[in-house]
């Protein structure tokens, strides 16, 4: 069972509030989801090579050329606030 | 071919049709927007398939080989100018300056924007009751789920709303909403479509892929869609052109029938449908054997460790100050995003991030997401040896035919596993494709055909075989 301290510490890993009333089912949730995955550790997975991609992709490479990318006025278009040329937003201090 | 009701018309059809000259490409697209229209404006009062629909039709002359034959889009792909909000709050009022690459091709090749397609929110659920604009209905039954994610694609083509649609599946997103509706849907081998310009979720799972009335207009729509992406490094080049699929036997072909996938939690009316369709092919002349997939039954767990712990570092750029969503009121940065991130998100998507967040943590990390990633070794080991033995693995697509809205919104697990049939597949990175196969209790159920990585031809030509044999009539779900 994961308890209302574990829930509020993994928010704040994920940069994510939850209201008072979110927690309780938030940490009965994950605890049902969290027993169902528990079965994988039953399986022997002992010289196992994880996988991160299944189909094998190698030589991605392109050229090192600069290009033009989004102009500066296109990307700042869609913030929910600017300041002249760069985005705004709150000071980190309290 | 009846040109006087080009609604009745397969994609496929229409193209023939608008190039014969029997039909405008402008009267086709009039025709479907103002259905689609009709279903948006009337929002939970229809099905809610659609988020947004295109106020005209395109000005230019559409060029060949589609000539025109309008596409809905799932609501993730970004595109132009033109909402695209993944069925999240966050990405409210959102306006991509870019349109994704697959919409682009698809639109080149003839098929423009007809509008974009409800879904849950950022991919994430099986029923499209999880998303800012309101559940989905299913053209069956309005009383009851899609399924999703892209269940405004498969109920807006189930409906002919649209004549076909662009999905995403990561876990069954494609697939499990086309087998509730009665449609096809086909998942693409991994990399065989770029992912740009898609808002992710699970970056290693997620692939685009068609959505179709039947297998023929999947082909056809797969052709435009494959191919190696610049902007997209795990894309890659697909290794031969996507026919057109003519099969109609399938005599020495060897199906394998995994038990672990036929088994318990398969729902008595969808593995009585599932035997049917397996009969027809044997009389279409494959061979059926059983074959194993050991771990496919912990394909699921893996999954709702993998796909979670991806969302939970792709969902990071959700922060309040490039797009999207910021909450009013806070004065200091931190605070700045976890409010915007807590009134963004919804309830699933919360669950997935904190899942995935908790996995990926200092001490679970190897418990969870390191042993998800050896298993995910482990199933794609299994079906390399299955492949050994059959060309194609044939199971259900989904554990049950479409369920009530509301029925599992409570009980995050019990959706989940939905996606029981699917994953393996998923996390293998094979193709498969779902096909109607009949109706239980009046609602449709879908066949799912998996093939080895780059297979689409084989498998569409067999598809297309058993298509030809089930003859599944879906005239019920046209509105």
């Known amino acids: 069972m994961i308890e209302r301290d574990e829930v ?3 928010a704040r890993l994920a940069r994510l509030a939850l209201s008072e009333d979110e927690i309780e089912p938030m940490a009965r949730e994950l605890s049902a989801v969290l027993d169902h ?21 190698s030589g991605g490479l392109r050229p090192d050329r600069p290009r033009a990318s989004l102009p500066r006025e296109v990307a700042l278009d869609q913030a929910p606030a600017v300041s002249g040329e760069g985005f705004l937003v709150p000071s980190p201090q309290a | 071919m009846n040109a006087t009701d080009p609604l009745a018309l397969s994609a496929g059809e229409a193209v023939e049709a608008i190039s014969a000259g029997l039909l405008s490409s402008r009267e086709l697209f009039e025709a479907y927007r103002a259905r689609a229209e009709a279903d948006r404006a009337a929002a939970d009062g229809g099905l809610n398939c659609f988020t947004w629909v295109a106020e005209q039709p395109p000005g230019e002359d559409q060029p060949p080989p589609l000539h025109g034959v309008p596409l809905a889009i799932k609501d993730l792909f970004c595109t132009e100018g033109v909402p695209s909000q993944s069925g999240s709050r966050m990405l409210e009022g959102y306006l991509p300056p870019y349109t994704a690459t697959v919409v682009s091709a698809l639109a080149g090749a003839g098929a423009p924007l007809l509008g974009k397609t409800n879904q849950d929110e950022f991919a994430m659920g099986s029923s499209t009751e999880n998303s800012a604009f309101g559940a989905a209905r299913n053209p069956w039954d309005r009383e009851r789920v899609p399924g999703g994610s892209s269940g405004g694609s498969a109920a807006a083509v189930a409906a002919g709303l649209a004549p076909w649609a662009l999905g995403t599946d990561t876990g069954g997103s494609i697939r499990q909403p086309a087998a509730l509706c009665g449609i096809v849907g086909l998942k693409p081998t991994y990399g065989a479509v770029s992912r740009y310009g898609m808002i992710a979720f699970a970056s290693s799972l997620d692939q685009a892929g068609p959505m179709t009335r039947n297998v023929g207009d999947a082909a056809l729509m797969l052709r435009h869609m494959v191919g ?15 026919a057109l699929p003519t099969g109609e036997r399938l005599d020495g072909v060897r199906l394998g029938v995994p038990e672990e996938l036929t088994g318990e939690g398969i729902e008595g009316g969808v593995l009585e449908s599932f035997h049917a369709a397996l009969a027809r092919a044997q009389e279409l002349g494959a061979e059926v054997q059983d074959v194993h997939l050991p771990h496919a039954p912990h394909a699921l767990s893996a999954y709702y460790v993998l796909a979670p712990a991806e969302c939970s570092s792709n969902l990071a750029r959700f922060d309040g100050v490039r797009y999207g969503l910021r909450a009013a009121g806070a004065d200091q940065l931190l605070d700045m995003y976890t409010r915007t991130r807590h009134d963004g998100f919804g309830a699933e998507v919360k669950r997935r991030i904190m899942l995935g967040t908790y996995a990926l943590s200092s001490g679970y990390y190897e418990a969870y997401y390191a042993r998800a990633q050896r298993v995910r070794t482990k199933i794609a080991d299994d079906f390399r040896t299955a492949f050994e033995q059959v060309h194609f693995i044939l199971a259900p697509t989904s554990p049950s035919v479409a369920f009530k809205l509301g029925e599992k919104t409570g009980d995050p697990l019990a959706m989940y596993l939905n996606d029981y049939c699917t994953v393996p597949m998923s996390l293998a990175g094979i193709p498969a494709i779902s096909i109607p196969c009949g109706l239980s209790e009046g609602l449709p159920v879908g066949l799912q055909i998996a093939g080895p990585a780059f297979s689409e031809n084989r498998m569409l030509d067999a598809a297309h075989a058993m298509e030809q044999a089930l003859d599944f009539d879906a005239a019920a779900a046209r509105v």
Not at chain 1, 37 to 57: F, M, R, Y
């Open chain 2, 228 to 242: 190696r992406d610049r902007c997209d490094a795990t894309s890659l080049a697909f290794p031969e052109e996507i």
């Open chain 1, 37 to 57: 995955i528990a079965k994988i550790s039953e399986l022997d997975l002992a010289n196992v090579v994880p996988s991160t991609h299944v189909v094998e992709v």
């Open chain 1, 8 to 10: 509020l510490h993994v």
